[in-house]
């Protein structure tokens, strides 16, 4: 089945670590995003890649940084600059910016 | 910027009646709209895409339309069942920043039997 996996699925960080989420897809999509969601919030975008080895800031990449070394793979690491760092995190891909996105499962990452 | 508003927040309905969605966007330069639905603690799944140049989009019980001049869309659900129970998001993809998925905050809608 085509789709975008996301692992782990839960994530606990600690005081200080850098976390990693891991995205896959088998869509052959150019295109891929992180978004953040807070409850009662929208999905905010935090870095996008248009190509391979090729990725931009969204709105709140403070505290993130993410790598695109292969086309089906786009992982996401959240720093110890990341303040506030609890939150859903969702994976989405498309071919371009006129065509359909689609979301994997999302990652809860909690801080503890 | 881009604004992507959708009201009411919360919608509570009988089931078997009509479901209607809103959504309003503040810049009409949009590539396109697309509708998603996403249920507590999962992903979003998408449900209709609407590109800039069309009017609506239709698949089974769920019609949206688009008006890009007013900066509207609606998203329609005929005959609501409990399973429709979920938060309703929209999204436009602007064309001033490419790859820039502009989201609102939802619709949650619960539909009682």
């Known amino acids: 089945d085509g789709g975008i996996t996301q692992s782990p699925k839960y994530l606990f960080r600690k005081e200080g670590q850098n976390v990693t989420l891991s995205c896959e897809q088998n869509?052959?999509?150019?295109?891929m995003y992180w978004y953040r969601q807070d409850p009662g919030q929208g999905l905010r975008l935090i870095y996008y890649?248009?190509?391979?080895?090729?990725?931009q800031k969204g709105d709140i990449a403070e505290g993130y940084s993410v790598s695109r070394e292969k086309k089906e793979s786009f992982p996401l690491t959240v720093t110890s600059a990341q303040k506030n760092p609890t939150a859903f995190y969702l994976c989405?891909?498309?071919?371009?910016?006129?065509?359909?996105?689609?979301f994997g499962q999302g990652t809860r990452l909690t801080v503890v | 910027k881009q604004e992507v508003t959708q009201i009411p927040a919360a919608l509570s309905v009988p089931e078997g009646e009509n479901l209607v969605l809103n959504c309003s966007f503040t810049?009409?330069?949009?590539?396109?709209l697309q509708w998603f639905r996403q249920d507590p603690g999962k992903g979003l799944t998408s449900l209709l895409l609407?590109?800039?140049?069309?009017r609506e989009q239709t698949s089974g019980r769920l019609n949206a339309s688009l008006d890009k001049s007013s900066g509207r869309s609606t998203l329609y659900i005929a005959a609501s069942q409990p399973g429709d129970s979920a938060t309703y998001l929209c999204?436009?993809?602007?064309?001033?920043?490419?790859?820039?998925?502009?989201f609102g905050a939802g619709t949650q809608v619960v539909v009682t039997p």
């Open positions: 989405a891909s498309s071919y371009g910016s006129n065509t359909e996105a689609f």
């Open positions: 869509l052959n999509h150019d295109a």
């Open positions: 890649s248009q190509i391979v080895n090729d990725f």
């Open positions: 810049d009409s330069a949009i590539y396109n």
């Open positions: 609407i590109q800039s140049s069309q």
């Open positions: 999204a436009v993809f602007t064309t001033d920043s490419w790859g820039k998925l502009q």
